[in-house]
């Protein structure tokens, strides 16, 4: 049985470890667009104050993401520590 057990484990595994490679590559793409943007921002924000233009909106979406990264990135290593957990017990 528990033979069994280990061979799912290990299927589901491979299923959802694709499937997170899948979504790794695709957040890691939009982590480097989300620095070029804030190297963008930093760039032109200070050309924009000169030209009396509001950047509070660029500065609340920039800490809002970093907000969001740092959630998704907790949740991340929390998955990885229980599946790291669950492995050993198999």
């Known amino acids: 049985m528990l033979t069994h057990l280990r061979h799912h484990f290990n299927r ?8 997170y ?3 790794a590559k695709w957040a890691g793409d939009v982590d480097r667009l989300a620095g070029i943007g804030r190297r963008a921002f930093s760039a032109i924000s200070p050309i924009l104050d000169d030209f ?9 979406a920039i800490k ?9 990135m907790e949740a991340d290593h929390y998955a990885r520590g229980h599946a790291a957990r669950i492995e050993g017990l198999l």
């Open 12 to 19: 589901a595994k491979k299923f959802l470890g694709d499937g």
């Open 21 to 23: 490679g899948h979504v």
């Open 52 to 60: 009396g233009v509001s950047t509070t909106q660029g500065v609340r």
């Open 64 to 72: 809002n993401y970093d907000q969001l990264r740092h959630g998704v």
